[in-house]
C-alpha cells in the first residue's frame, strides 16, 4: 500500500475527489495519510480533518525564501513516509532541492492542457481568465509529474471541455473541475499506486 500525501493551499475540492475516490475503492494500493496544507485557513484543512486525515500546516512567509521552504517540506514528506505526493491546488512552486528527491514520485494538476497557459503566474482563475482573453475554443486539465520546471513535467493524463461564448472565469473553472480534474486526478493517483506509470525518454505511458 503506497502512502499518498497531498499538499494544498485552497478550497480542496480536488482532495475532496480524491477522499471520496478512495472511500469507494477508486484507490488502488494507496492510502491519503497526510495533508499538508500552505496556509492555515484552508478549506482543504476541514476536509482532511473531517476524513479523519492527519494535517500539517507549512506557510511559505515561515522561510526566508524558496528553497528553505522546500527543505522544511521536503522534511514534511520525509516524516510522513511519503511514496506519492500530489500537489491538488497547490499554490507554490517547489524548488529542484525536493523535486529532485521525488522525481517521477509528485503529481500535479493544472486546470489547462498543458503546454497552453501555464508555468508561472498561471494559477487558479488567472488561467481561465488567459484562456478566455486568447478566445480558445477547448480547454480542460492536465495532470502530470513535477520537475524542476513550473508545469513541464511528463503528462500523465489529459481532459477537455468545450468553451462557451458566454462562459466566465469561474464557469469555466467550475465546468472543468467537475467534467475533468475530479476525475483525472483520482484516476492518475491510482495508475501510479498500481505501478502502472512509465516513464521513457521523458514521456509517461500507461501500462494497460
Ligand atoms: C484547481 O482548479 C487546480 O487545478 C488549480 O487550482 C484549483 C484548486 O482547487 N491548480 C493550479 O492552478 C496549480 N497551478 P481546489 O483547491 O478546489 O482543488
Keep these: 500500500m503506497k502512502n499518498i500525501v497531498v499538499l494544498v493551499s485552497g478550497g480542496g475540492t480536488n482532495l475532496q475527489a480524491l477522499i471520496d475516490a478512495e472511500k469507494c475503492g477508486g484507490i488502488k494500493n494507496g492510502k491519503i495519510t497526510r495533508v499538508i496544507s500552505s496556509r492555515a485557513d484552508a478549506y482543504a484543512l476541514e476536509r482532511a480533518k473531517n476524513a479523519d486525515i492527519s494535517t500539517v500546516v507549512l506557510t511559505r512567509k515561515e522561510f526566508p525564501d524558496s528553497v528553505s521552504y522546500s527543505r522544511a517540506m521536503l522534511e514534511e514528506l520525509k516524516k510522513a513516509n511519503a511514496d506519492l505526493v500530489v500537489l491538488a491546488g497547490f499554490m507554490i512552486i517547489l524548488d529542484e532541492c525536493l523535486t529532485r528527491e521525488y522525481t517521477n514520485k509528485i503529481i ?11 508555468g508561472e503566474g498561471f494559477y487558479g482563475l488567472k488561467v481561465h481568465e488567459a ?30 471541455v468545450d468553451v462557451a461564448n458566454d462562459d466566465t472565469p469561474e464557469t469555466l473553472q467550475r ?32 501500462d494497460l
Excluded at 480547454?139 to 500523465?156: M, R, Y
Excluded at 473541475?177 to 491510482?190: D, F, I, Q
Design 108 to 118: 500535479n494538476i493544472h486546470p489547462a492542457l498543458i503546454p497552453s497557459f501555464c
Design 131 to 160: 484562456a478566455l482573453k486568447y478566445g480558445v475554443k477547448i480547454s480542460g486539465a492536465t495532470v502530470h509529474f513535477v520537475n524542476e520546471k513550473a508545469d513541464a513535467g511528463p503528462i500523465i493524463l489529459q481532459g477537455a
Design 175 to 206: 465546468k472543468i473541475m467537475e467534467n475533468v480534474e475530479w476525475k483525472l486526478l483520482p484516476k492518475a493517483v491510482s495508475l501510479f499506486c498500481e505501478d502502472r506509470i512509465t516513464i521513457r525518454d521523458g514521456k509517461a505511458y500507461i
